[in-house]
Every structure is written in C-alpha cells, then in structure tokens.
C-alpha cells in the first residue's frame, strides 16, 4: 500500500541527490517569489488607485499578517518534519495521521484567530502606532484580512504538508491559482468594477480572502480527485497528543527563524510605505 502511495509522488529517497533536489526546490522558490510579488503588486495596485495614505494602511495591517504566518510556518514546518521522517520510512498511514492532527488543531486556531482579530483590529492598529490619518483606512482592510486568515493560513499548511511528502510542484499550481486571483482582483473590487460594490481599500483584502478560499476549495477537491496520499478520511481527522507533542518540541525553533523572516518583511514593508 505504501509502495503505491509513493509510486510518483515526488519520493525524495530515490534517485540521485542532486537531480531530485533541484526538482523539488525550483517549485518551492517559485513559489516564494510568487508570494512575494503578489504582496508587490498588491501595494502597486493600492498606491495608484486609493493614495499614499491607503498604502501606509495596508502596511501596518500586512505587518499583522505577516506576524500570524511565521506562526503557521512555525507550527506547519514543524509537522512537515514530522510529515517527511515518516515519508521517508514509506509509513503513509502516520503521515497522513500527523497531517490530520495538525489540520484539525490549526483549522480551530485559525477561526479564533479570525474572530478575535475582527474584534481586537482596533487594539491591535492602536498598539502598532498606527497613524490617525491612515487608522480607519488600516481597520477597514485588517478586518477583511482576519476573515481571510483560515483560508490564507490552512492553505500555507496544506501546502508544507505537501513538501513535507516530496510533492512541491501542486504547491506551486494552486500558489499560481491565488497570486493570479489575489492581484487580478485587486482592481475590480477596489474601483467596483461590473456589477461589483466600490469598495475602496477594503475591496483590496477581499480579493484575498476570494483568492485564497478559492486556492484552498480548488486544493482540498484536487487532493480528493487525484486521491494524493495525504488525502484525509475518518480517523485520520483525529488529534493525537503525542504528535501535537512533537510537533511542539519542535515549533519554538522555527518560529524564531520565521518571527525574524517577518521582522524583515515588516521593515521591508513600512519602508516601501514611507
């Protein structure tokens, strides 16, 4: 059952190092880069359409974003390590255990996250020295983000999950899907275009919420459809304490590397807004 599992799934224990490296890390820097230009044309789209004072807003609420998702990567990477070790040794069954733990744990958190932050924007813009001119611009669109975080941040575990099982190139597909939605939306729902509202600085957060639940709904089908071996059915959805154990262990490690990752992001970001 394994051996069929892994059967052209990406198995990173075969063949030579180099060859199979390359294939598996050009999909996952293409994807970084697709990531990052996305956040470069978003600001892009921001600047010319709403004014300096809109992009500056968007940048102390992507300093939030980019807080919560050195979270994920921290808790993600950590199953992902998980995830691989087991892949390796062809146990398909307590991969796919470890990513069902993690997916049903994180899928909670991230709905907090969503609620407390739609609640807590005002605080949280407040204690970021949020200036005046640009706070209720900031709140507006923060709040949009914090609906978008279960999609954006389920979506960024799906993802490492996948990686962690050799498989980086459907990473890459679907990181495509909600890059091309993300900024092709940008300007229908900011300028109102069609039968779309205007919504201003709004409407560039809700072109990420539609890319990314998009991106997730076309992922979650495509690993049904494909039957990829993480798939998760019946007891797979359970949480298991020794795997949430082990992935704690490991996740303070990584989340320092990607709180300073974001830090430099967030530097990045409020430069590119001055």
């Not at 070790?85 to 991969?95: I, L, N, S, T």
């Not at 490991?250 to 300073?260: K, N, T």
Request: hydrophobic residues 50%; aromatic residues 10%; proline residues 4%.
């Amino acid at each position: 059952m394994a051996d069929a599992a892994l059967r052209g799934r990406g198995d990173l224990t075969q063949g030579s190092i180099g060859p199979t490296l390359l294939k598996f890390a050009i999909p996952t820097l293409a994807s970084s880069i697709l990531q990052s230009l996305n956040g470069t044309i978003n600001a892009i789209w921001v600047g010319r359409f709403l004014g300096e004072h809109a992009l500056a807003a968007t940048s102390n609420a992507n300093m939030v974003m980019f807080l919560l998702t050195a979270f994920v990567f921290g808790f993600g990477m950590a199953s992902t390590i998980l995830i691989g070790q087991y892949w390796g040794r062809k146990d398909v069954d307590e991969a796919r255990k470890i990513f069902g733990t993690a997916a049903g744990a994180f899928g909670i958190i991230t709905i907090l996250i969503a609620i407390a932050g739609w609640f807590l924007s005002p605080a949280i813009l407040h204690a970021l020295g949020t200036p005046g001119d640009a706070e209720q611009l900031a709140l507006e669109y923060l709040r949009v983000i914090f609906l978008a975080m279960p999609a954006l941040l389920l979506l960024t575990l799906l993802m490492m999950a996948l990686r962690g099982a050799g498989d980086s190139l459907t990473p890459l597909w679907f990181m495509i899907v909600a890059v091309v939605l993300d900024s092709g939306l940008n300007p229908v729902f900011i300028l109102g275009l069609g039968p779309i509202p205007r919504m201003g600085i709004a409407g560039s957060a809700m072109s990420t919420l539609v890319g990314n639940y998009l991106a997730l709904i076309g992922l979650l089908i495509y690993m049904y459809a494909q039957d990829l071996p993480l798939r998760l059915r019946g007891g797979s959805f359970a949480t298991s304490g020794p795997i949430l154990r082990s992935s704690g262990r490991l996740s303070p490690r990584v989340c320092r590397w990607a709180f300073r990752w974001s830090s430099s992001r967030c530097r990045h970001w409020r430069s590119s807004a001055s």
